[in-house]
């Protein structure tokens, strides 16, 4: 399984951007689908996921403002970032979580960055 992740970017405070994650292979629906972030200096930490293309859950910081969602035939899961604030600045990574096995993927890492 191989994660691509894209959509990063600059923006101002109360912008918005979507990060994408395309995965090789036919995992989506199998595996739980992860967003990761991690700002310089702190640890990685989870920000939404999704189960089954539906089940979706959120980190208390990012809940009301952020999205997950997944396209089944694009095997792609989405997350839209709406009311960004400079505290969402880090560096977004993909996860892909196997239930059964409990091994997981890795994405490479796309910057966010949000001015004030």
């Known amino acids: 399984v191989q994660l691509q992740a894209s959509g990063g970017g600059l923006v101002q405070a109360g912008g918005s951007l979507r990060l994408s994650c395309t995965a090789s292979?036919?995992?989506?629906?199998?595996?739980?689908m992860r967003w990761y972030r991690q700002a310089p200096g702190k640890q990685r930490d989870l920000v939404a996921s999704?189960?089954?293309?539906?089940?979706?859950d959120y980190a208390d910081s990012v809940k009301g403002r952020f999205t997950i969602s997944g396209d089944n035939a694009k095997s792609t899961v989405f997350l839209q970032m709406n009311s960004l604030e400079p505290e969402d600045t880090a560096v977004y990574y993909c996860?892909?979580?196997?239930?059964?096995?409990?091994?997981?993927?890795w994405g490479q890492g796309t910057q966010v960055t949000v001015s004030s």
């Open positions: 999704i189960t089954g293309g539906d089940r979706a």
């Open positions: 292979g036919n995992i989506f629906r199998l595996n739980t």
């Open positions: 996860n892909s979580l196997n239930p059964y096995t409990k091994y997981e993927w």
